[in-house]
């Protein structure tokens, strides 16, 4: 278990597939991932599964400090040779938005990718409408890389999709290889 100073993050469990399933139907919610089906109870419990059997993904419970769970901390694509992986993060207790448990819950995450897991770099995947998420990236040291246009297609409409990154502080520094 990792603990943030607001949130704890958790290994996913079988039992959680339920709670799961029902975060995974949330429309409004989901407005901003990239769910566009109803899904199966069957299928969260394959997801958390499959976490547990595939070496290039995580994922977390994000837990208040009651112990109540609020959303999904998510490490995937994880390239333990390039030492980077993508990361997603979604706050699916609409009463625990906008208090900072995001926030906290990422920053937890952050911490254990680059000083546990040893990561050099992390990636993301976010809507450009996204502004809430948009604006916790950049206050949490993520750059721009680029978008990809008309990538996701939801009410009616194409939207483009950010890519954002973030190196590990005190990393090395990209520059230094060209021999001037």
């Known amino acids: 278990m990792l603990k943030g100073e607001k949130v704890f993050l958790r290994a996913v469990e079988l039992e959680d597939s339920r709670i ?3 975060w995974l139907n949330d429309r409004e919610t989901n407005i901003n991932l ?3 089906y109803p899904l ?3 299928y969260a419990d394959s997801y958390v599964l499959s976490a547990e059997e595939e070496n290039n993904k995580r994922i977390f419970i994000i837990d208040n ?6 959303g999904l901390f998510i490490i995937d694509k994880i390239k333990w040779e390039y030492r980077n992986c993508e990361i997603g993060i ?3 207790d609409k009463n625990s938005r906008g ?3 995001g926030e906290d819950a990422l920053r937890t995450g952050l911490d254990f990718i680059f000083n546990e897991m040893n990561m050099n770099l992390v990636y ?3 809507l450009s409408d996204n502004k809430a998420a948009l604006n916790l990236y950049r206050k949490l040291g993520f750059e721009f890389e680029g978008e990809l246009r008309e990538r996701i297609y939801k009410n009616g409409r194409y939207h ?3 890519v954002m990154s973030k190196k590990r502080e005190g990393g090395d520094n990209d520059e230094n290889w060209i021999d001037k």
Not at 65 to 70: A, L, Q, Y
């Open 99 to 101: 208090k900072g448990l």
């Open 40 to 42: 199966s109870k069957r």
């Open 20 to 22: 799961i399933s029902a």
């Open 34 to 36: 990239d769910i566009i």
């Open 160 to 162: 483009n999709l950010i």
């Open 90 to 92: 979604v706050i699916y």
């Open 65 to 70: 400090h009651d112990r109540k769970p609020i």
């Open 124 to 126: 993301l995947h976010v």
